[in-house]
């Protein structure tokens, strides 16, 4: 009959220390191993590939903006780090980052669609179509007969939502709608192709817009009795409740009452 003894405890030490050794030396290779890879330079990225809406942004601006600010290999790029990197670039607004195997980085960009000027006139800031402003070089513009919006930081949003509500009615007169603005107040002031100032008074959207409408429904009426036409506005103001007073070219300032409902 054979009998098995337990093992004296220096020896289960013994075995265990030996195993706790073996695990970390192969935790120390492992870790050797990935560390020279990372710095290999097989692993070094040697092209971008960047697809998506271009216009703006060519390979000599993203080598000049984006490539100094690339750091590490493949392995160890911070690919959040990469997409700030695009993202400073001019024009764009928003990038994707993915690892392409071994070595290059493939990149999605969208680029900012200008819809309107930013700020006052001696600003250089634009407006893009998701009402966010964002700074370019003016000279790569498409188009420079865009309109110029302003108002409050924080505001753009609601800026652009207003102008393209409004921008409809004016445009059935025959009367474009260069400049709005949001003042600090809250009010809406705009500007006509024709330099008519047109004060549109406070209130939320359908407000503004309501009363604007009212007011371009009867301009031509009012001023064909003067013998002019729309385009001969020079100011009027909409913040009266039951009217709105007007200034003609070669007319006197008009107190003119709505019809009523």
Known sequence: MKISL????DVKLMNLTASVLFLALALLLVSAGVLWASRHQLFAIRAIAVTGEVTHSNAVTLRANVVPRLSGTFLTLDLTQARKAFESVPWVRQAVVHRDFPNRL?????????????GAESESRLLNNFGEVFE??????????LPRLNGPDGHSTQVLAMYQALQP???LMDLGLEQLELTPRGGWRARLDTG??????????PEV??????????????TSRYGRKP??????????????????????????ALPKK
């Open 196 to 205: 008519a100032v047109i004060e549109l008074g406070g209130g939320l959207g």
């Open 6 to 9: 337990p093992a004296p405890l």
């Open 106 to 118: 493939r990149v999605q960009l969208q680029e900012h669609q200008a819809v309107a000027y930013w």
């Open 231 to 256: 385009e001969a506005l020079e100011t009027a103001d909409l913040r009266h409740q039951d009217g709105y007073a007007i200034r003609l070219r070669g007319v006197s300032t008009l107190a003119v």
């Open 136 to 145: 370019a070089n003016l000279g790569e513009l498409e188009q420079d007969n």
């Open 169 to 171: 009615p004016f445009e």
């Open 209 to 222: 817009l309501a009363r604007t409408q009212r007011f371009l429904q009867t301009l031509t009426q009012v």
